[in-house]
């Protein structure tokens, strides 16, 4: 009886480390009691949404993690059945072009595709989770830039944009694009020169980051309509120059 409960542990640990993220309590006691009260088929059912031999899940966190992995990943069948992810991270996979195709089916909250080598988005790549998605994290890549096609009025629920360290020079194909949810707009450490008009639609940012570029003038009224914005940065810019007007009542 030892032997086979023995056995039976070590099974169940061996598929937990594959599949699970386990987080180890403070004493061994714990943790054996823990793992004594999980059975084999909720150990492998724990992950069975996008499981992969490589990508790592937490069903605690619901967070699927595929950065710095190969890509042609094999998934479950049920990958894209009845499943939201909190997270799904493909970061750091070398991905030069993305289109829904990459996505896998998958839907989530927030999507991380920073430090990749993505110079060029598809169009409609992310209109299957338009109405869901929350945060788009493109960082690190090589964008040049913006096309309205992917970045369009289908993300109504997108709160967080992060673009910053790519190639962004403008965004003249921009106007007309409706997002209405979106509040924090990272723009940092890119290529532009004149500021972007078309900021002016997305009349829910609070936070806005242009540092680290090339400007070198902002138009008198280039914030105006943007009545909750309440954090901006033009830091380390090029000859950036900050003109104002005094006007004078005449009596």
Not at 61 to 82: D, G, Q, T, V
Not at 133 to 141: A, F, R, S, T
Request: hydrophobic letters at 45%; glycine letters at 0%.
């Amino acid at each position: 009886m030892f032997r086979t409960n023995f056995v039976f542990l070590l099974i169940l640990i061996s598929i937990s480390s594959i599949f699970t993220e386990v987080k180890l309590n403070s004493t061994m006691t714990t943790t054996t009691t823990t793992l004594s009260m999980l059975t084999s088929q909720e150990i492998l059912s724990s992950c069975t949404y996008c499981q992969t031999m490589a990508c790592r899940c937490s069903l605690q966190e619901n967070i699927l993690n595929c950065s710095s992995y190969l890509l042609n990943l094999i998934f479950s069948s049920n990958c894209a059945e009845m499943k939201i992810w909190e997270i799904v991270d493909f970061s750091s996979r070398n991905i030069e072009s993305l289109d829904s195709t990459k996505l896998l089916s998958l839907r989530m909250f927030r999507l991380l595709l920073k430090s990749n080598l993505i110079s060029n988005i598809y169009d409609n790549t992310f209109d299957s989770i338009g109405n869901i998605l929350i945060e788009l994290d493109l960082q690190m890549n090589l964008l040049s830039n913006i096309s309205s096609n992917w970045l369009n009025s289908k993300l109504i629920k997108l709160k967080i944009l992060n673009l910053a360290f790519n190639q962004l020079e403008s965004f003249i194909y921009l106007n007309n694009i409706y997002l209405p949810s979106l509040q924090q707009l990272n723009l940092s450490w890119n290529q532009i020169e004149i500021f972007p008009n078309q900021i002016q639609q997305w009349t829910s940012l609070i936070k806005l980051d242009l540092s680290f570029n090339k400007l070198s003038s902002i138009p008198r009224f280039a914030l105006i309509g943007l009545q909750n914005l309440t954090w901006l940065s033009l830091a380390s810019n090029r000859h950036l120059t900050c003109k104002y007007n005094i006007y004078k009542q005449i009596n």
